[in-house]
């Protein structure tokens, strides 16, 4: 389909009262995306590929929603709501411009698929003036029937109007239709509003094309694919079928996972080869695992880098600006945040390190915590390679270990401590004759096992 080009309008006006929140509906999360984020992510782009996004006039979060994700696309505000064919009116000026294709899509739909899309397009490249998008229902009851004889739809009836012949049809209406281009503003603005709540429905476009003597289409898709979200509790099974179909996608990709059904992931999760995700995993947005990490179980992770080999939990939280380098381990009951821990650098158990970076090889002892807020500001800590931090000790940030340190146990670091020095501060005050002993034995023996 790239030699067409393409117009997709995504009407995303609604206020979303039934979903009890003050949050606009469009921007409710499916698997650590709005349903927004997923409707434009599916729609065409690329060059040929325009986008506009019809929303309501006090939707600003909205707005920055959208140019966050597509700043290629224009926004129009539909400042009066009389129905869906006057929404996509709003966006007249876009319309104005004749692209070959017109998509038409709703802003929660978060389960639509670019292949669907695509599908439409294809109907319109074969002469159709208008394809609209269908799907069967095991209980059609409330919807919209789709009347076809011959292979063309013939009209969309709403329930309430339709005989008890028509109402027997499980072909249903699933609100997306896809116009050509160059006749779609000539079709909808002939669309009246002589109804009861005198609005300009879209599913009226269906009797316009037929009168003009022009052919329309039927694409069927699974009704899962094209489920409106307006409650929580249908936000909730959108969660689920979005989750079982990552799910796959991450197994068919050669993800192990021993109990899937127990592990979240996010739409942008990516993996390398080999990667192994233990029962009862959260993986939230923005996270990337490479060649053979193996995450173990009740870890959460979000916004984070994991480099190869490396080993996260269990129990292990990970928050954004967590960056791992290859062979890193992060143990029981560990929370980082804002840190870059390089190769090989061990944090085994009970710690936190938050605004760090530590250097290759480097080893932090249990219940080790950088202290990197003072109340009032952030600070960092910096860790040179192969450096050793004994258990119970405090990092007292802004400060910098270097190269080869030693942090005797339960030490508070209040100061900078030079390469291959040791440290066994309680404050300010240093101790170096109680750490003298431990030292020698560093430097003839090696670094001793701690954890």
């Known amino acids: 389909m790239t030699a067409r080009t393409s117009l997709t309008i995504v009407l995303a006006a609604g206020e979303g009262t039934r979903m009890r929140s003050s949050i606009p509906k469009v921007l409710h999360p499916v698997a650590g995306q709005s349903m927004l984020a997923h409707v434009l992510g599916a729609s065409p782009s690329g060059a040929g590929a325009a986008l506009a996004v019809v929303i309501g006039p006090d939707h600003q979060p909205v707005a920055a929603e959208i140019r966050r994700l597509r700043p290629d696309a224009t926004t129009f505000i539909q400042r009066e709501r009389l129905g869906t064919a006057h929404a996509v009116l709003a966006a007249r000026e876009a319309i104005i411009g004749g692209a070959d294709d017109l998509l038409v899509v709703f802003g929660d739909t978060p389960l639509i ?11 319109l490249k074969n002469g159709a003036a208008l394809a609209v ?8 009851t409330g919807y919209g029937r789709l009347l076809v004889e011959g292979g063309e739809l013939r009209a969309i009836r709403e329930h309430a109007d339709a005989s008890p012949a028509e109402r027997a049809i499980t072909l249903c209406n699933a609100g997306v239709m896809a116009f050509d281009g160059h006749r779609a503003l000539q079709i909808i603005e002939k669309i009246g509003n002589s109804n009861s709540k005198a609005e300009y429905y879209l599913v009226d476009a269906v009797a316009i094309v037929r009168e003009l003597g022009w052919e329309t289409a039927v694409i069927e898709t699974s009704g899962e694919e094209v489920r409106g979200i307006n409650t929580k509790a249908q936000l909730a099974e959108a969660e689920q079928i979005m989750q079982a179909r990552l799910r796959t996608a991450a197994l068919e990709a050669g993800v192990t996972m021993i109990a899937p059904e127990t592990i979240y992931l996010a739409a942008d999760t990516t993996f390398g080869n080999d990667v192994t995700i233990e029962p009862f995993v959260v993986i939230g947005p923005g996270v990337s695992i490479s060649d053979g990490a193996v995450i173990h179980s009740f870890s959460h992770i979000v916004q984070s880098s994991i480099g190869r080999n490396a080993s996260v939990g269990p129990y292990a939280r990970l ?5 791992l380098g290859d062979g890193a381990k992060i143990g029981n009951f560990v929370e980082t945040k804002a840190a870059v821990l390089e190769a090989g650098v061990k944090v085994n158990h009970l710690s936190y390190i938050g605004d ?7 080893n932090i002892g249990a219940g080790t915590i950088t202290c990197n807020y003072d109340g009032f500001s952030k600070h960092r800590t910096t860790i040179g390679v192969g450096a050793f931090i004994g258990t119970n000790s405090s ?8 190269n080869a340190a030693y942090v005797g146990s339960g030490s508070v670091i209040t100061r900078d401590v030079p390469d291959n020095a040791l440290a066994v501060e309680r404050g300010q005050q240093t101790n170096r004759e109680g750490g003298a002993a431990r030292y020698r034995e560093m430097k003839t023996r090696g670094k001793p096992k701690q954890g």
């Open 395 to 402: 990092l007292v940030a802004p400060v910098k270990i270097g």
């Open 113 to 123: 698929s670019a292949a669907t899309f695509e599908r439409l397009r294809a109907a």
């Open 133 to 140: 998008l269908g799907f069967r229902a095991a209980d059609p």
């Open 319 to 323: 928050r954004p600006g967590t960056l």
């Open 356 to 362: 760090a970076h530590i250097g290759a090889n480097t």
